[in-house]
């Protein structure tokens, strides 16, 4: 016999110990639901009918045949055995990390979200490893995902009614062995954001000439400020390397948690922004990052204090390369030359 056998066999005859009875519905008034039951009408609702444990009345005779169920069924769990909202429950416990909180069980299914604004932090080998067991599921955000507070960030699931509890124990183990390992933190966290101050220097002779409005100033405070941290000074320089650097020394002495100059960061030959974010001293992680839209960011490290070049897509598009890198820096994260070359992979947002 195959290990896969081996394992079929072994789960039905554990399963062999619960017994359900099945009871038509006009003779189950006074039982007990043994799991929830969902209400589907077409683009109209989906959701609970009945909670588990509900105890049957004449009065929902007709909603349970409105929704097919003609019987019902009473369990009598085994002792190797978990019900699908205590499976789920369990997983969710060993499972859930900082800053986040559980939901109610509803449908085998047990949803972690996070209190807070801050980065989700997940460890995909353990989400592998959990479904790989088979009979039991976790789906979760990517890892470096930005979620508010009330935000989905996992979520647990008990695939059949009844589970091995064995595999329930096994998910348990793996998250108190990682636990261990990691001085305590959970496979899956939330993050928080510090609140940074920042100096942004918008370059560019046609906005410190008044000719044009300046546009990124705005859009700039507006995506700080949305992650709890703000642009404490704004200053303004023409196309010289010179002023520019003169500039970003200021700003640095202002003892901002992070600069970021915006303007002049493409190839033409008087785009003096990435020339004069080097000449400052600064050194360079990267010029130019493998997603759009956003190729053209630079980003580096001044005395220790983030620096960043922003290129003109800030500007419009919703979401760019600043959008992936800000919130890594906001929840501490030193960005190095591997996490801009792996942006490449799913990071084609528009061309």
């Known amino acids: 016999m195959s290990g896969q056998q081996e394992q079929a066999a072994e789960t039905a005859e554990v399963r062999s110990e619960t017994v359900l009875k099945e009871v038509p519905v006009h003779e189950a008034v006074g039982l007990r639901l043994a799991h929830d039951l969902t209400r589907i009408v077409p683009g109209q609702f989906k959701g609970r009918l009945f909670k588990r444990g509900h105890v049957i009345t004449e009065a929902d005779i007709p909603a349970l045949l409105d929704i097919g169920k003609e019987h019902i069924y009473i369990m009598e769990l085994g002792s ?18 900082e800053n986040m909180r559980l939901s109610e069980p509803h449908e085998g299914k047990v949803g972690m979200k ?3 604004w801050g980065l989700a932090d997940i460890d995909k080998s353990i989400v592998d490893a959990i479904n790989g067991l088979g009979d039991i599921a976790l789906a979760t955000v990517k890892t470096n995902t930005v979620v508010k507070p009330g935000g989905q960030l996992a979520a647990t699931r008990a695939i059949p009614l009844v589970v091995p509890k064995a595999k329930v124990e096994k998910v348990e183990r793996l998250a108190t062995e990682y636990r261990r390992s990691r001085g305590g933190a959970s496979p899956l966290q939330v993050r928080p954001f510090r609140k940074l101050r920042a100096g942004l220097l918008t ?6 000439g008044g000719r044009i409005e300046d ?3 705005p859009a700039v405070r507006r995506k700080l400020e949305e992650l709890g941290s703000e642009v404490a000074e704004q200053r303004f320089a023409p196309d010289d390397r010179q002023t520019i650097v003169k500039e970003i020394h200021y700003l640095l002495e202002q003892r901002y948690d992070m600069i970021l100059v915006t303007g002049g960061m493409s190839v033409d030959p008087d785009d003096r922004t990435p020339g004069a974010i080097k000449a400052s001293g600064a050194e360079i992680v990267s010029y130019g990052t493998p997603m759009l839209p956003g190729s053209m960011l630079l980003i580096g490290y001044l005395q220790g204090i983030p620096i960043l070049g922003l290129p003109g897509c800030v500007m419009h598009d919703p ?31 528009g061309c």
Do not use: N, Q, W
């Open 215 to 217: 546009k990124f100033g």
């Open 114 to 116: 996070s209190e807070i």
């Open 319 to 349: 979401y760019t390369s600043f959008d992936v890198l800000l919130p890594r820096i906001l929840a501490g994260d030193i960005i190095e030359r591997e996490d801009i070359t792996g942006m490449g992979y799913g990071g084609l947002y």
């Open 80 to 97: 190797s055995e978990l019900h699908e909202d205590d499976a789920a429950i369990r997983m969710a416990e060993a499972l859930c990390g």
């Open 203 to 208: 370059t560019g002779s046609e906005v410190y």
